[in-house]
Every structure is written in structure tokens, then in C-alpha cells.
């Protein structure tokens, strides 16, 4: 079973900026998609950023041109650059992937608290 670990949640001011990182736990599978969602209190869990082993890339409206998704070049980790942080993008942060040769996983979520 394949495993993804996530790290770089924590609180940020507003306007500020973080780092999320998500690793597959296992070299031995290759990614053909991967991307963060987020579930923010009573809300549903929505796609933020997604980018296919193709190079192609997806963003939702509300983080266009704050965030960016990246794949890594060992291709086994995923970072989402966040800048220009606001409230609203406080939630918690889940990565997702999706394999030619195994089942898809999701972490286990990081929390992002964006306050003052």
C-alpha cells in the first residue's frame, strides 16, 4: 500500500507565504497525477491545484496566481507554493495521488490557519 507524507502547515499572517510538500512513500510506483485539496470547517473538500504526468496543470479559481503546483524532479514529490495568503485559505491541506501501477492514496492532511 502506497503512502503519501505531507509537511509544511502551519500559521501564517496574512499576505504571508508557505510550503506544502507531499512524498510518496515508495519509489517503486509511478505518479500519474498528483494534487492538493482542501476542507476548510462545514465545508466540503475541494480541489485547489492538480498537475498531471504531462506537465499540464489545473488551479482552482480562488488561488489562481497565488499558488503554484509542482511536481518534483524525482517525480515522487508534489509542493504547493502558497503566497499571498488570505483567511479564506485557511483549512486543512490533503495531498492526493493517483498511479498507473497501484491503487490512489491521500495523506493525512496538514493544517493551514491563515490569521492576524
Known amino acids: 500500500q502506497v503512502h503519501l507524507v505531507e509537511s509544511g502547515g502551519g500559521l501564517v499572517q496574512p499576505g504571508g507565504s508557505l510550503r506544502l510538500s507531499c512524498t510518496v512513500s515508495t519509489t517503486s510506483v509511478s505518479a500519474k497525477l498528483m494534487g492538493w485539496y482542501r476542507q476548510a470547517p462545514g465545508k466540503q473538500r475541494e480541489l485547489v491545484a492538480q498537475?498531471?504526468?504531462?506537465?499540464?496543470?489545473i488551479y482552482a479559481d480562488s488561488v489562481k496566481g497565488r499558488f503554484t503546483i509542482a511536481i518534483g524532479d524525482a517525480k515522487n514529490t508534489v509542493y504547493l507554493q502558497m503566497n499571498n495568503l488570505k483567511p479564506e485559505d485557511t483549512a486543512v491541506y490533503y495531498c492526493k495521488a493517483e498511479f498507473w501501477s497501484a491503487a490512489g492514496a491521500w495523506g493525512q492532511g496538514t493544517r493551514v490557519t491563515v490569521s492576524s
Open positions: 498537475a498531471i504526468y504531462n506537465g499540464s496543470t
